[in-house]
Every structure is written in C-alpha cells, then in structure tokens.
C-alpha cells in the first residue's frame, strides 16, 4: 500500500529515486550505478508513494559491506532531495559528473560529530548562510543554461487555467481529489485524533462553564 498521508504533500511534479541496496556473495569489490531515465516511468512496488521514477541508484557488493553500502545509499538519497545537487542528476553526463554532485554537496554540508553534541547547548547558526541563489551562482560556467528551472510559487495550481467550459475548474478539483475522499472520513478514526478532538471540547467547554459561574455570581443569576 502507498503512504497516502505523504503523497498529498507532494507536487504533481515530484519525481522519485529508487536507492538499491545489494550485498551479494559473488562480487569482491563494491560498484555503484546511477541511472537516469530518459523519461520517467512508474516502477510499480519501488517506492514508498505513488510516483513515477526518474532516477535508479544501484550499489552492490560483498555482503561483509552492507553497514557500509546502506550508508552510502543513504547519502545518495539525502543528496538526491537537494535543489542544486539534483539539478547536475538531471545534466549530468557521465559519472564525472555525478562525482561532481556529490562533491558540492559535501562543500555545502555542515557536518557536526555525534560524539561532539551536548544536547543542552544550543548551537548558535553559521555566520554566513548561502542561499539557493549564490549556491546557484558557483555552478561551473559549462552547466550554466542547462538547468531547468522549477517553479516553487505557492499558491499556485496548474488546473487554475481560463476554460470555456462552465464549472471546469470545479470539475478538476472533484477528479483529482476523488482518491482521497475515503481518507478524509476513515484517517479520523485513530485514537490520536478522537483523543485530541475530546481534549479540544472539554477545554472549551470547560472555559465556557467557568466564565458562566462568574457570570451568574456577579449578576445574582440574571444571567
């Protein structure tokens, strides 16, 4: 089943990754492929949401190196979810390349030891913060011109379009939301959110007969 909850979050627009991890008994060293899809296509049972997959990361090797391999395939997957290092996935046209993804990501990475954190002390922000534009602007001057650029404007719906047709807008609405209407009635079911509903009641009620007791004791109960 796919995490529905997590999919509603999403653009339409996402693209997944599928991260592979592969110890075998068969090979003696480590190999990583990355593979990136013309277009994207929906691998069913890949991913966690419904999504189609653009990217394939396969990492195979000995099985005494599978800590090592899940790492690494948990380092891909974080790189995978940053703007600018995804955008040389996309351009990217051989594996210098993605070595070069890899390596900006770890120059734009603050890395603090876990041994090193005192969960008490609060660790004051970096002094100077790069945004996603002058993370931007230090791409190589080759890969300038090659990004496409990703509109992030909230707000702002691709059905949102001028149609002749009356209610068109309203219809599109009902289409696309019709899988989740189930959902709606059925994830307020949980004891989480019958627990939190009865909380808020009783709060309110309860500041409603207290302001009513004061009121009727100042008032002689003519109120």
């Known amino acids: 089943d ?20 592969c110890p075998v008994d068969f090979v003696r060293e480590s190999s990583i492929v990355f593979l990136r899809l013309e277009n994207a296509i929906e691998l069913l049972g890949m991913l ?10 396969l ?25 600018i290092c995804r955008e040389f996935a996309y351009t990217s046209k051989d594996s210098q390349g993605i070595l070069d993804m890899m390596d900006r990501f770890m120059q734009d990475t603050y890395v603090l030891p ?19 534009e002058q993370r931007q602007a230090q791409v190589p ?24 047709r009356p209610f068109y807008g309203l219809f599109v609405d009902i289409k696309n939301k019709l899988p989740f209407y189930a959902s709606d009635f059925t994830d307020c079911a949980s004891l989480q959110c019958i627990a939190a509903t009865l909380y808020l009641y009783l709060v309110c009620l309860c500041s409603v007969v207290a302001f009513g007791g004061m009121l009727g004791t100042a008032t002689n109960n003519y109120m």
């Open 59 to 83: 990492l195979m090797g000995p099985e005494e190196n599978e800590k090592q391999l899940l790492q690494v395939g948990r380092t891909m997957a974080t790189i995978l979810t940053d703007d």
């Open 2 to 21: 796919y995490n529905i909850k997590l999919q509603r979050k999403l653009s339409r627009k996402t693209e997944g990754a599928s991260i592979l991890i």
């Open 141 to 164: 001057a080759e890969k300038v011109g090659q990004f496409e650029e990703i509109d992030l404007t909230p707000h702002t719906d691709p059905n949102l379009i001028e149609s002749k």
């Open 48 to 57: 966690e949401i419904k999504l189609y997959s653009r990217f394939i990361v």
């Open 114 to 132: 876990p041994s090193e954190w005192d969960p008490t002390i609060r660790i004051e922000p970096p002094s100077q913060y790069m945004s996603k």
